[in-house]
Nanobody, 123 residues
Framework: QVQLVESGGGLVQAGGSLRLSCAAS????????MGWLRQAPGKEREFVGG????????VYADSVKGRFTISRDNAKNMVYLQMNSLKPEDTAVYYC????????????????WGQGTQVTVSS
């Protein structure tokens, strides 16, 4: 079992930055691939990006490439989403997710989910 808790959401102006954090707990948390997904009101959940267990592989949605960066610190069991050049269309609840398989992570097929953190970007 892996438990995930997100933090760092808030209100930011367009063009600004935020860093989301995800604290993972559980005996095997550091061996899991991690992902960030988001859901805006009235829309389906959308993949943002993922990182493999050792941080050497990442994948991003086209909509955030070049603006968002995922990183992890396995010593602290933390995963981060650095979001720069934020746009109003980035407004959503952001979820941290985990799965042991990197191929499943790239297919957005996660086993564990956090409760989400709200990000609101004003124009």
């Amino acid at each position: 079992q892996v438990q995930l808790v997100e933090s760092g959401g808030g209100l930011v102006q367009a063009g600004g930055s935020l860093r989301l954090s995800c604290a993972a707990s559980g005996r095997t948390a550091s061996s899991h691939a991690m992902g960030w997904l988001r859901q805006a009101p009235g829309k389906e959940r959308e993949f943002v990006g993922g990182i493999n267990w050792n941080g050497r592989s990442t994948v991003y949605a086209d909509s955030v490439k070049g603006r968002f960066t995922i990183s992890r610190d396995n010593a602290k069991n933390m995963v981060y989403l650095q979001m720069n050049s934020l746009k109003p269309e980035d407004t959503a609840v952001y979820y941290c997710a985990a799965v042991q398989s990197w191929p499943r992570a790239t297919r957005y097929d996660y086993d564990y989910w956090g409760q989400g953190t709200q990000v609101t970007v004003s124009s």
